[in-house]
T-cell receptor, first 119, second 114 residues
Framework: EAQVTQNPRYLITVTGKKLTVTCSQN?????MSWYRQDPGLGLRQIYY???????DKGDVPEGYKVSRKEKRNFPLILESPSPNQTSLYFC??????????????????FGPGTRLTVL | AQSVTQLDSHVSVSEGTPVLLRCNYS??????LFWYVQHPNKGLQLLLK??????LVKGINGFEAEFKKSETSFHLTKPSAHMSDAAEYFC????????????FGPGTSLSVIP
């Protein structure tokens, strides 16, 4: 079954304790992305990756790191979590990104979400 | 700058009546437009997308949306609401500027009254 998986689904941690949220897709997609969802703000993009070893900042990258060593995996790393990073996080993937000068028309497939609470 | 506005944070309709969820966008570039739905405690699922082909786009579960460039709108409609339509709906704009950009609207929560 084609899917995007995230782990853990729920996590409660304390300020400053490093954590990693894993994301994996089995569709051989080039493009992967992380979002956070907060009430009234919709989803905001944290980081994205257009292919292996190619990552770039989204709208809200502060306090986060990512890596893309393999095509299928795109972990999100919080080196020193703070309470303002309490949120619902989604990983997404799509087949590719847009051709030069054109926006992407590819559908993004989303993981089930990770609810993170930082105390 | 690019932006997406969803004019209603919450919409409530009776079962069997029409649904209208409004979305307006601002973009200096030719965008692709999407509607995604999020059911409670679930991830996001694509409803439909506009990719510069037909301006009236049909999606899953009886939803459709019309792209109106002159009004910079991409409103989502359904002729008859079903209880299972109760969810959060996100309008999304995808643009390619100096870097790739995906912009989500703040979402509209749809309630369906029996």
């Amino acid at each position: 079954e084609a899917q995007v998986t995230q782990n853990p689904r729920y996590l409660i941690t304390v300020t400053g304790k490093k954590l990693t949220v894993t994301c994996s897709q089995n569709m051989n997609h080039e493009y992967m992305s992380w979002y956070r969802q907060d009430p009234g703000l919709g989803l905001r993009q944290i980081y994205y990756s257009m292919n292996v070893e190619v990552t770039d900042k989204g709208d809200v990258p502060e306090g986060y790191k990512v890596s893309r060593k393999e095509k299928r995996n795109f972990p999100l790393i919080l080196e020193s979590p703070s309470p303002n990073q309490t949120s619902l996080y989604f990983c997404a993937s799509s087949l590719s990104w847009g051709l030069a000068g054109a926006a992407s028309t590819d559908t993004q497939y989303f993981g089930p979400g990770t609810r993170l609470t930082v105390l | 700058a690019q932006s997406v506005t969803q004019l209603d944070s919450h919409v409530s309709v009776s079962e069997g009546t029409p649904v209208l969820l409004r979305c307006n966008y601002s973009s200096s570039y030719s965008p692709s437009l999407f509607w995604y739905v999020q059911h409670p405690n679930k991830g996001l699922q694509l409803l439909l997308k506009y990719t510069s082909a037909a301006t009236l786009v049909k999606g899953i579960n009886g939803f459709e949306a019309e792209f109106k460039k002159s009004e910079t709108s991409f409103h989502l409609t359904k002729p008859s609401a079903h209880m299972s339509d109760a969810a959060e709906y996100f309008c999304v704009v995808s643009v390619k500027t100096s870097y790739d950009k995906v912009i989500f609207g703040p979402g509209t929560s749809l309630s369906v009254i029996p």
